[in-house]
């Protein structure tokens, strides 16, 4: 038997946009093969090396179409109230004025493609649907990827499951009609003029950050912008953390981290669950846990290296569709940060010739990889897990050149809320706004959260009420401290392990710490970082907490926090008060 209201809904959608056909995609090897032939045949892709990139293939977008565009983006709540002050707002039905006749008559000429997925591993009652109608077979291929696509998600769904709407258009890809719309209240999105990633994918950031996050208050669980890690102890012990970090602050790298060889050879196992987006409901034992709802990886490649994350460069190494990146002589891939040098020539991602002294990047800085997360040599057997994983701790982090200490716990979930709402990073060249200015970003939420962020923090402590002691314990990371002279004293990367294995040893009630004015630092001495043969000095700098600096700190949380009058959480308030004294 058919789902009537999604059947009523595609047909809807075919009176209004009028395409030529109507294809329901099922996932199978043999779809996709034959749009990847389309594609081929009509230019969108170019078919990359079998040897080196077996079945994988490259794509350009257009060059005002190449990345999420937050100005453009809006949360459509009936009460501009309900959005809150870090969304952008329109009414509903203001903005289906403006959006609803976009779409008429926008895919004559074109196939609909009507794609079915699932978000989380099959039979698991933290997954759920979505739908996205598109006439974009790139979308597909990458949905394909990114997503469970087909009758596993019909099969899901059943005959009267509930689905989120997603519909898309690539348009005439006119900047000034790009509009990527939530409408909470209707369980809908729509985009409309861009064929880029985030704002095309409906699954990502609009269904599985936005709107869960909305379900998420509405149902008692939480959609959050989170890495999901496995660590194994030499004596078998599993551990599990959720990590979020703003952009450009080593949040891949840390998903897929490879332990330094001391670790190996002692036993240390780590796995990568999730490498972007976490949702977390409480299991039957009161604890939280989490799954990761996507199916692949949507990577940035500039930087990624054998080097730098071996395990995310071997992730893409066939099966992957490469956006924005340069095409070499013999069809194969190559970005800035791939290899120390560069290639004698290539096709830029605008599609010109690029040699070294041409003094453009060769990618996009924002292109990427799409790549199945089963590809990932670090990925975890739980993966799959229809229950989840179990979470024992969350780490919060950002770009912090002073003032931040390398590691820190909270005092409690309360605090651990705070320092999450509180979370800074300091912007890079990527970025909009002058290098090294401090951006707020609470939660690494800033431009996914579907609702008011203070109703947010709210519901985070209310989780924390509801969970008492089962709460995962919450720590703060910086990787990113440098000494006077402007040079990082951390060396990152694989050596991340010595803090992971600290905060490990903290959720089991192990771990020596030093309690300061910001909550729990560890004794330096216990974490095996003399054999970095870092300067001590450097270490001195690295778990130092600076009284006026944190005075300072204060300041601009407090400043910070105005923005959201009345709203901001008691606890919130509490939490700032508290540290105000104890400083």
Not at 26 to 51: A, F, P, Q, R
């Given at each position: 038997m058919a789902h009537q209201a999604l059947e009523d809904w595609?047909?809807?959608?075919?009176?209004?946009?009028?395409?030529?056909?109507?294809?329901?995609?099922?996932?199978?090897?043999?779809?996709?093969?034959?749009?990847?032939?389309?594609?081929?045949?009509?230019?969108?892709?170019?078919?990359?090396?079998?040897?080196?990139?077996?079945?994988?293939?490259?794509?350009?977008?257009?060059?005002?179409?190449?990345?999420?565009?937050?100005?453009?983006t809006f949360i459509c709540f009936a009460q501009k109230e309900d959005a809150g002050p870090t969304n952008n707002w329109m009414e509903p039905t203001e903005m289906h004025a403006v959006i609803d006749p976009l779409f008429e008559e926008c895919m004559q000429g074109r196939v609909m493609y009507v794609i079915p997925y699932l978000m989380g591993p099959a039979g698991s009652a933290m997954s759920k649907v979505g739908i996205e109608i598109t006439d974009s077979p790139y979308v597909v291929a990458n949905m394909r990827i990114m997503t469970r696509m087909g009758q596993i998600a019909l099969d899901e769904l059943g005959e009267d499951g509930e689905f989120v709407k997603g519909l898309h258009s690539t348009g005439q890809l006119d900047p000034d009609q790009r509009y990527i719309s939530h409408f909470p209240d209707e369980n809908l999105i729509m985009s409309f003029s861009s064929n880029y990633g985030g704002n095309a994918l409906l699954g990502k950031k609009c269904f599985a950050l936005r709107l869960a996050s909305v379900l998420g208050k509405r149902e008692g669980w939480m959609a959050e912008h989170m890495l999901i890690l496995g660590i194994t102890s030499p004596e078998g012990k599993k551990s599990h953390i959720c990590a979020a970090f703003p952009s450009a602050c080593g949040k891949t790298n840390l998903a897929m981290l490879v332990p330094p060889q001391e670790f190996l050879d002692a036993g240390w196992k780590v796995e990568t669950v999730g490498d972007d987006i976490a949702w977390l409901k409480f299991g039957p034992d009161g604890r939280l846990y989490a799954i990761n709802p996507e199916y692949g990886f949507f990577g940035v490649a500039p930087g990624t290296s054998m080097e730098t994350n071996p395990n995310a460069l071997l992730s893409c190494r066939a099966n992957t569709l490469f956006t924005n990146v340069a095409l070499c002589p013999d069809n194969t891939v190559w970005w800035e940060g791939l290899t120390e040098a560069p290639p004698d020539s290539a096709i830029d991602w605008k599609g010109n010739p690029w040699t070294p002294e041409s003094g453009d990047k060769a990618a996009h800085p924002n292109s990427r990889f799409t790549a199945p997360a089963g590809q990932c040599p670090s990925i975890s057997d739980d993966f799959e897990n229809p229950a989840g994983v179990p979470i024992d701790a969350i780490i919060f982090g950002g770009r912090r050149s002073t003032t931040t200490p390398l590691v820190y716990e909270s005092y409690n979930w309360q605090h651990g809320t705070y320092l999450g709402a509180t979370m800074t990073s300091e912007k890079t060249a990527a970025a909009a706004g002058k290098v090294g200015e401090l951006r707020h970003d609470p939660m690494a939420m800033l431009p996914f959260c579907g609702y008011h962020m203070a109703d947010y923090w709210q519901h985070w402590l209310d989780m924390g009420e509801r969970g008492g002691d089962n709460m995962p314990r919450v720590f703060h990371v910086n990787w990113f401290r440098k000494d006077s002279e402007g040079k990082f004293v951390w060396p990152g990367f694989g050596d991340n392990m010595h803090v992971l294995k600290w905060i490990v040893e903290r959720c089991d009630g192990k771990g020596q710490v030093n309690e300061t004015p910001i909550g729990y630092l560890p004794d330096p001495a216990t974490m095996q970082i003399d054999e970095l043969g870092l300067d001590p000095n450097d270490v001195k700098v690295l778990f130092s907490v600076d009284a006026e600096e944190w005075q300072e700190e204060v300041e601009a949380q407090t400043d910070y926090f105005q923005m959201f009058g009345e709203k901001l959480p008691e606890g919130i308030r509490a939490e700032l008060d508290a540290l105000k004294s104890r400083l």
């Open positions: 595609v047909q809807e959608v075919t009176q209004i946009t009028t395409p030529d056909s109507i294809h329901w995609c099922d996932g199978s090897e043999s779809e996709i093969n034959t749009l990847y032939e389309l594609m081929v045949s009509d230019g969108t892709l170019t078919k990359l090396d079998d040897h080196k990139h077996p079945d994988s293939y490259l794509a350009r977008s257009d060059i005002n179409d190449v990345a999420r565009v937050e100005g453009r």
